[in-house]
């Protein structure tokens, strides 16, 4: 399991200045060095909120067999784990690299406030070329085909969404 406890640390205990980005970016190196040594892709990620790490994550896809296991959606499960929670709002993500469109969506989702990155994905796709960038697959990707039985889904979305949602 690649995601661990920020430096042994009790969670929430203060490590470094609430300002330092380029200090919590080495903390997401560090991760993405050790997946890069484990035969994962380099990519690291790490929480931080009031000046405090929640939790730290690398890509784990291959030794998870897991394609959603990149780093930032990684961190944000063990940090919705360790507080019990769906949302982690006032918190920051930093990523070794831009977060691609699913991770960008599950930040969306759990509410972090910022989003600070190393690489972009512009420069990634440069070097596989087939990243989403844009929201778009540069190098194919499904085809989407809306509408289908959708008066069946969205009454559900309705009964959920007049019941105050999550
Ligand atoms: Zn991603």
Redesign the pocket.
Known sequence: MTVIAAGGRPTGAAIAPADDDATWMRLALEAARRAGLAGEPPIGACLVRDGAVVATASNCVVSSLDITA?A??SVIREACRRERTLELAGCTLYSTVE??P??FAASHYARIGRIVFGASLADFDELTGSELTGGRATGGGPRLDGGCLREESLALLRRWAGGGGR
């Open positions: 990149h930032e959606v977060p691609c699913m991770c």
